[in-house]
Structures are given as C-alpha cells and as structure tokens.
C-alpha cells in the first residue's frame, strides 16, 4: 500500500531535529534537461536514510526500543540507525554484506554500531527474514516499511514547495524505498510529473522486472555503486513500482563515474555512485525536458576511491 501525503506530512514532523531540509540547487550542467539536485548527501549522515530510520523510531514502543536496533545494510542505513541509537543510548546491531566499504562500515562503529559482514546472499535473506540468529532487537528494514517510506517522503513535499513547476524526477533504485515513498507522494499532489527509478548496469533487477511483467533475478555484480542494486525485487515493491513509476533508467558505470567528476567539477559536490546513477540517467535526456530533478541519495565514498574514479574520466 503505497504512502499517502498524511503519513508524510506526519513524518515531518516526527523526523524534525533528526534529519534536515536539504537544499535544491541548479546543476551546473549542459543538457537537454534543466536539472536541479536534491542533496541529501548534506544530511547529517551524509545520506536520505536518516529519514526513513527516525520515522520508524519514532513510530516504534519504548519497550522494543529498549531491546536495542537491528537493520541490514551495505551502509546508509546502518549509519541512519546507529545515529539514532546513539541519540537514544541503544545498543544497535547492523548485518552489512561483504562487499559493504569500510568508509560506510567504519563510520558506523563510530557511532557505536556493531558490524556483523555477512556474505551477500545471507545479508539479502535478512531483508526476507527481518531477524538475524542470535540477536534480539527490533528489526528496522531499510525499505520494505510503511514509515521508512513515509519518511523518504518527506523529500516529495520539500520538492513540490521549492520547485512546484517541475516536470520530472529520477531516484535511485536500491530496493524501493525511496523510489516508491517519493512517488506515492508525487502522484498524489502532483500526477503529472514523470517519475523514474535509477539503476547501475551491474546490478538493474527493477528495469528487468517491469519488462517481464513480474520479479527477477538478475547477475549481481559489485562494483563502486555500492548503495543500491541486488539480484531482485520485493514482490510488495515491484507491485508499488509498477503503479507509481514510468519506468527504470539504467545507466553504465562509466556515466556512473562520469557524473561524479562533472557535479564535483561544477557544483563542488561529493556523490556516491548511487546517487551518480541518478544524476548520470537525468543527464541522457531519457527523463525527458523540462525541470528535473535527480535526487542525490549520498556522499557516503572513500574520498581516495572518489578521486581515483574521477581521475579517471
């Protein structure tokens, strides 16, 4: 059941103090497109997710808090529920994949997270499971939530007041949260704006899925756009992305990369490759003309991996 704008103007205000209203700027950029940025990399976390995992704590008993938190991720959301949990003095336990990067990793045992890596296949059964053996806490599920969307959310309402005549936007696809919170949002205040969901090559399970008409299971293949993509979707997530969406762009880790070098060079601006990914499918024209905005998930890199990749371009 997709969000409505209730639940997002409620979780705006549950997630105040928590999470930021992040700037829309213009991007410095030619295209077909006049594209503007939603930067949410400027979050305290560096990334969207501290809306999502404030929103669920604040729907969440105190009793279950007090067993401490439990998520999966590769990153952003760890760092989400690890900041929170400091905020509260809970424990919080995250299960992270192996592939996950120490920068994102690291950041969250500062916070004071414990960090369990898994293998891929087992982190992706967390999602499934919402548990892991051995530790009882409460779970968080970095997508598949009704109030991790409705704080992603939030992000639709800042769009439509600061930019009311906009024509499209294009969101990063990890596995939907964000993609189908915002779009629940825009299709109910604004249906007229062309919604696109932003893929890695290496990793595109939605655009395979809305192809076939039903979930898939693609090659998964790691790479330095490590915040999104899987092998593939939720069936409760493809079934809200094939209402809300009008499609999936997948982009190649060359204009993957090519993007971060441009909005570092223009607009001096750190992305992580999924949030390249959206800005990268904005910049092809593909979302069509008009006001665009792509909306920059994270800056959660290694800065010397950063640099290497846009050396390279």
Same mark, same amino acid.
């Given at each position: 059941?997709?969000?409505?704008?209730?639940?997002?103007? +409620?979780?705006?205000?549950?997630?105040?103090?928590?999470?930021?209203?992040?700037?829309?700027?213009?991007?410095?950029?030619?295209?077909?497109?006049?594209?503007?940025?939603?930067?949410?990399?400027?979050?305290?976390?560096?990334?969207?997710?501290?809306?999502? #995992? #404030?929103? &669920?704590?604040?729907?969440?008993?105190?009793?279950?808090?007090?067993?401490?938190?439990?998520?999966?991720? #590769?990153?952003?959301?760890?760092?989400?529920?690890?900041?929170?949990?400091?905020?509260?003095?809970?424990?919080?336990?995250?299960? !992270?994949?192996?592939?996950?990067?120490? $920068?994102?990793?690291?950041?969250?045992?500062?916070?004071?997270?414990? %960090?369990?890596?898994?293998? /891929?296949?087992? *982190?992706?059964? $967390?999602?499934?499971?919402?548990?892991?053996?051995?530790?009882? =806490?409460?779970?968080?599920?970095? /997508?598949?939530?009704?109030? %991790?969307? =409705?704080?992603?959310?939030?992000? !639709?309402? +800042?769009?439509?007041?600061?930019?009311?005549?906009?024509?499209? %936007?294009?969101?990063? *696809?990890?596995?939907?949260?964000?993609?189908?919170?915002? !779009?629940?949002?825009?299709? +109910?205040?604004?249906?007229?704006?062309?919604?696109?969901?932003?893929?890695?090559? $290496?990793?595109?399970?939605?655009?395979?899925? @809305?192809?076939?008409?039903?979930?898939?299971?693609?090659?998964?293949?790691?790479?330095?756009?490590?915040?999104?993509?899987?092998?593939? %979707?939720?069936?409760?997530?493809?079934?809200? =992305?094939?209402? @809300?969406?009008?499609?999936?762009? &997948?982009?190649?880790?060359?204009?993957?990369?090519?993007?971060?070098?441009?909005?570092?060079?223009?607009?001096?601006?750190?992305?992580?490759?999924?949030?390249?990914?959206?800005?990268?499918?904005?910049?092809?024209?593909?979302?069509?003309?008009?006001?665009?905005?792509?909306?920059?998930?994270?800056?959660?890199?290694? @800065?010397?991996? /950063?640099?290497?990749?846009? #050396?390279?371009?």
């Amino acid at each position: 059941m997709p969000v409505s704008v209730a639940q997002a103007e +409620e979780a705006r205000r549950k997630i105040a103090g928590l999470a930021i209203r992040t700037p829309l700027v213009r991007c410095n950029c030619d295209s077909p497109a006049d594209i503007y940025l939603k930067l949410e990399n400027l979050q305290p976390i560096g990334s969207f997710k501290i809306r999502g #995992a #404030a929103n &669920v704590i604040a729907h969440t008993p105190e009793n279950e808090l007090r067993r401490g938190l439990l998520t999966a991720s #590769a990153g952003n959301m760890a760092q989400g529920v690890a900041f929170c949990a400091r905020r509260l003095n809970i424990p919080a336990t995250i299960i !992270a994949p192996d592939t996950a990067p120490l $920068t994102k990793t690291r950041a969250v045992e500062r916070m004071g997270g414990r %960090v369990i890596k898994v293998p /891929f296949a087992e *982190w992706w059964q $967390t999602f499934e499971r919402r548990s892991y053996p051995g530790v009882e =806490a409460t779970f968080v599920h970095a /997508f598949d939530d009704p109030h %991790v969307m =409705a704080g992603n959310a939030t992000i !639709a309402l +800042e769009l439509l007041e600061d930019l009311p005549d906009l024509s499209a %936007v294009v969101i990063p *696809w990890g596995g939907g949260g964000l993609a189908c919170g915002i !779009a629940a949002v825009l299709r +109910e205040r604004a249906p007229q704006v062309r919604i696109y969901a932003a893929e890695i090559e $290496t990793a595109a399970p939605l655009s395979a899925s @809305l192809a076939a008409g039903k979930p898939q299971t693609v090659e998964y293949r790691p790479s330095f756009v490590d915040g999104i993509g899987s092998k593939t %979707v939720f069936p409760n997530m493809f079934e809200q =992305a094939r209402r @809300l969406l009008d499609g999936s762009l &997948v982009v190649t880790l060359a204009e993957a990369a090519a993007a971060m070098k441009l909005v570092a060079e223009r607009n001096r601006i750190v992305v992580e490759g999924a949030a390249a990914c959206a800005i990268a499918a904005a910049l092809s024209g593909r979302a069509g003309s008009g006001k665009t905005v792509a909306i920059v998930s994270g800056g959660n890199i290694d @800065l010397d991996k /950063f640099s290497q990749l846009v #050396a390279q371009q």
